[in-house]
């Protein structure tokens, strides 16, 4: 089985992440093009089976501008922070439809000691809250099933960093679910080793668990009317 990071992968985003300033990364480019980049082009393209049996709709896409990669460089315009670059890398499968509206993803992120593979919306609009909020609440029994199943909750975790204080109004209050309600993120994730992004299982890992968050997926995508 073909390995894709190596440790010279986090060793340089650790020395990014030490060394954030455009002379060093411009001196070591050459680096992060051979050893974070273009390694993860290469899990793009091997990915390409693994999503297309999830479903027909999703993409990784390979290419180094425009695709499915994150650019390392941050967008510093409106952050305190004026660091120039991430001390990470992060791939987003995304869903055909993306670009026209609100869709969730699939998310794959590279970093140090904190690696992670995730999937759904993370910051949606107010609107797009809306309808997956009533969604829940009109099909209750199909949001314990795609994010209450025992399997599920032992391998992911719903993100709760940004959550309401209390449950939005206008919402029953005996309804079972009703602290979900509070998300502002419909996000499950989990954690992955670095012993497992730069060994050979990394692919099979990487396709059980784009199988295994499927069904998170495929109910956000019905609350928006798209496609799985």
Known sequence: ???????????????????????????????????VREPFRRLLVDLQPDLLSV??????????????????????RFANDKSPYKGWQGARLFHARSRETAAPSFYLHLQPGNSFIGAGLWHPETPTLRRIRQFIVDNPGSWKTAAHAPAFKRRFALEEDDMLVRPPRG???????????????????????????????????????????APFVDYLCAALDLEF
């Open 55 to 76: 479903s027909p709709h999703y993409r990784a896409e390979p290419r180094a501008v425009g695709g499915s990669l994150f650019r390392i460089q941050r967008d510093t």
């Open 171 to 213: 919402f029953p209050e005996d309804f079972p679910f009703l602290d979900d309600l509070r998300h502002r993120n419909f996000v499950a994730s989990r954690a992955i080793d670095d012993a497992t992004m730069t060994g050979p299982r990394l692919r099979s890992v990487l396709a059980r668990d784009v199988q295994a968050l």
């Open 1 to 35: 089985m073909a390995t894709y990071f190596s440790d010279k992968s986090l060793r340089f985003l650790r020395n990014l992440a030490r060394h954030n300033e455009r002379t060093w990364f411009h001196a070591n480019k050459h680096v992060y093009e051979a050893e």
